[in-house]
C-alpha cells in the first residue's frame, strides 16, 4: 500500500516504464554527485561542500554508511525472498531502495 497521499504510478505506468525512468533519474542523480566529488576532492580547502563535511563529520562516517548499509541489506533480502518464490508479483527494485533510504527507521539498531 502507498504512504497516504502518494498515488502508485502502477496504477497508471507499465512496470517497464517506471523503471526505466527511475534508472535514468538516478544514473543522472549518481553521475552528479560524482562531479561534486570529484569537484570537492580537487579543491577541498575552497570548497563550499568540503566545509560542511569537515563540520558534520558524523553524517559522512556514522550515519549514511550505516543507511547505505541498510537499504543494501533490505535489497539482498527481499531479491532472497523473490528468488524463493518465482511466482511472487514483480517488485520495483529501484522503487525499492529509495523508499528504504528515505526510511527514517533503516539503519538504526
Given at each position: 500500500?502507498?504512504?497516504?497521499g502518494?498515488?502508485?504510478?502502477?496504477?497508471?505506468?507499465?512496470?517497464?516504464?517506471?523503471?526505466?525512468?527511475?534508472?535514468?533519474?538516478?544514473?543522472?542523480?549518481?553521475?552528479?554527485?560524482?562531479?561534486?566529488?570529484?569537484?570537492?576532492?580537487?579543491?577541498?580547502?575552497?570548497?563550499?561542500?568540503?566545509?560542511?563535511?569537515?563540520?558534520?563529520?558524523q553524517?559522512?562516517?556514522?550515519?549514511?554508511?550505516?543507511?547505505?548499509?541498510?537499504?543494501?541489506?533490505?535489497?539482498?533480502?527481499?531479491?532472497?525472498?523473490?528468488?524463493?518464490?518465482?511466482?511472487?508479483?514483480?517488485?520495483?527494485?529501484?522503487?525499492?531502495?529509495?523508499?528504504?533510504?528515505?526510511?527514517?527507521?533503516?539503519?538504526?539498531?
Amino acid at each position: 500500500s502507498s504512504p497516504a497521499g502518494v498515488d502508485d504510478p502502477g496504477d497508471a505506468c507499465p512496470n517497464w516504464l517506471v523503471d526505466a525512468l527511475m534508472k535514468r533519474v538516478i544514473a543522472r542523480l549518481f553521475s552528479a554527485l560524482g562531479d561534486k566529488a570529484a569537484a570537492v576532492a580537487s579543491s577541498p580547502a575552497t570548497s563550499p561542500h568540503a566545509a560542511c563535511m569537515a563540520a558534520n563529520p558524523q553524517i559522512y562516517n556514522e550515519w549514511l554508511p550505516t543507511k547505505i548499509a541498510a537499504c543494501e541489506a533490505s535489497h539482498r533480502a527481499s531479491a532472497r525472498l523473490v528468488a524463493a518464490a518465482p511466482a511472487a508479483p514483480e517488485r520495483r527494485w529501484t522503487s525499492s531502495l529509495l523508499r528504504c533510504f528515505a526510511s527514517p527507521s533503516a539503519g538504526k539498531a
